[in-house]
């Protein structure tokens, strides 16, 4: 016979087991996730599954307001979306670092922004028959991403997909699609006029587009690691963005005979009329850069991560510096922006941190926020026009800092301006007089600079072209 303490110790054990199993068995979190009217919700079990059921949409998260299993995201190893579910919402499953696979259920016909991003461990993607959308930047950030497969029922491809993707070697296509086509794990437009994506990840040092390609989309080339690109001669738009960006690689483009839009000098690419430049390769090797005489744009990001450069010299002739122009050129030291520039973009400037002094003309009106962001080097800014003219200056980018002294009336380290020297050419002429009344005469000019103030009452105004006159006639000193 058993003793009663054996038979007591034996119950008490299998009570505890049974009290334990169910715990074992349940979710370790739950909750809501629909979009207001849907009945969705979410379910993280124990192995690391996040199980998203029910009928309708999710909701749409955002940076402030990210979704609940957020906290999680170094447990969840598998996402499945259920059948009823019909929009996975913006940055539904940013940053599950630890995800390895996504089911997405049939039912799903919209995918919203960011939805899959930065999910570092994720290896595959397919995207299943019924999805019709995805949203601007998708599937981005994904370091380990090697293929993606699009349905045939996608009809919409929000912009930036796939941007930084780095190991991405693949995006197919399923046959039948009407909107979309893959060529060698490239993704275009279904008639090959449009590039949209060259996979980050893909092998080979250089690539030819086809010449059926007359558009690039705004990340075409994003990340990726070739070393030499030649565009088609059919090629007519960049895109308003930097198709290039992060091609920590590219050494040379290349323009095909006959093209129209665009050309190529030495490896550099600009527009036909040589008047914007529109990319200067990262990888160039050379230090130093003089932009040609014809060139009045800086385009948008030309200059972007050209690390190799300590010095770009910028002619007489430019008006324009667009966004991101300059930013990330960490060897950049000094940088003369010549007179007749009017406007600094923003993040023109960001992150050039070894970037000590910059020269800016008194033509410059407004200063973007951002144009110096992260420019934690700086500590000199040679301005051509007075205090008042500084501080009247439109946007919230101007430089500034405990660090930063601001040097007023002057053309630059070292060099005094010549009073009277309107057009900066080191003398003062009768059409030092001429340019001055010029600005005088039109009301959309930009101020004159500082050397026309030859009264010192901080204004350039009739009274200053006059003097000028005298000035330049010999009649004063």
């Known amino acids: 016979m058993i003793p009663l303490k054996k038979v007591l110790t034996l119950l008490l054990v299998m009570a505890l087991c049974l009290c334990l199993l169910p715990t074992a068995l349940a979710a370790e979190a739950s909750g809501d ?22 009928s309708g949409d999710m909701k749409n998260y955002s ?6 299993w957020k906290e999680y995201r170094s447990e969840i190893k598998a996402v499945v979306i259920e059948n ?15 995800v390895e696979s996504i089911r997405i259920a049939p039912t799903v016909r919209t995918i919203g922004q960011s939805a899959v991003s930065q999910c570092f461990s994720l290896t595959e993607l397919t995207i299943p028959e019924g999805v019709e959308e995805l949203g601007r930047k998708a599937i981005e950030g994904c370091d380990n991403l090697k293929k ?13 997909m796939f941007t930084e993707c780095f190991s991405l070697a693949s995006i197919e296509v399923a046959a039948g699609n009407s909107t979309f086509r893959s060529v060698d794990g490239i993704l275009y437009n279904s008639n090959l006029t449009k590039l949209i994506q060259y996979p980050a990840g893909r092998e080979g040092s250089a ?8 558009v690039l989309s705004n990340s075409a080339f994003d990340s990726c690691d070739l070393e030499e690109i030649t565009l088609s001669a059919s090629l007519r738009d960049v895109g308003s963005a930097e198709p290039f960006g992060r091609c920590h690689s590219l050494r ?4 095909a005979a006959g093209n129209a839009y665009f050309t190529a000098v030495d490896g550099v690419l600009f527009s036909a009329d040589m008047k914007t430049i529109v990319r200067y390769p990262a990888a160039k090797t050379a230090d130093s850069y003089t932009v040609p005489a014809s060139v009045t744009t800086i385009g948008f990001g030309a200059f972007y991560i050209c690390r190799n450069l300590t010095a770009i010299t910028l002619p007489a002739s430019l008006q324009k510096l667009e966004s991101w122009s300059f930013a990330y050129c960490e060897g950049l030291t000094s940088l003369v922006i010549p007179d007749g520039v009017t406007a600094l973009a923003g993040t023109c400037f960001g992150w050039c941190r070894g970037l000590t002094e910059v020269t800016i003309p008194a033509s410059v009106t407004k200063i973007e926020v951002g144009a110096f962001d992260s420019t934690t080097a700086l500590t000199d800014v040679y301005y051509g026009g007075t ?15 405990e660090n930063v002294t601001i040097h007023f009336n002057s053309a630059g380290p070292g060099e005094t301006p010549v009073p009277g020297d309107v057009d900066g050419d080191g003398e003062v002429t009768a059409a030092d007089a001429a340019a001055l009344f010029a600005v005088l005469c039109d009301p959309a000019a930009a101020p004159g600079p500082a050397t026309a103030d030859l009264n010192a009452d901080g204004k350039t105004n009739n009274r200053d072209a006059i003097l000028l006159f005298r000035k330049a006639a010999g009649l004063m000193a």
């Open 148 to 160: 993606v497969s699009l349905p045939a029922s996608l009809q919409v491809l929000g912009e930036y």
């Open 252 to 255: 040379a483009l290349h323009v």
């Open 63 to 68: 940076l402030r307001d990210p979704a609940p």
């Open 84 to 98: 009823g579910v019909t929009h996975i919402g913006n940055l539904a499953f940013w940053p599950l670092q630890a």
């Open 387 to 401: 205090e008042a003219q500084w501080n009247a200056i439109e946007g919230n980018g101007k430089p500034s800092g």
């Open 33 to 54: 996730c629909g979009a207001e009217g849907a009945s969705v919700t979410w379910r993280l079990d124990a192995d690391g599954t996040l199980t998203i059921a029910g």
């Open 207 to 214: 690539f030819t587009l086809p010449e059926t390609v007359e």
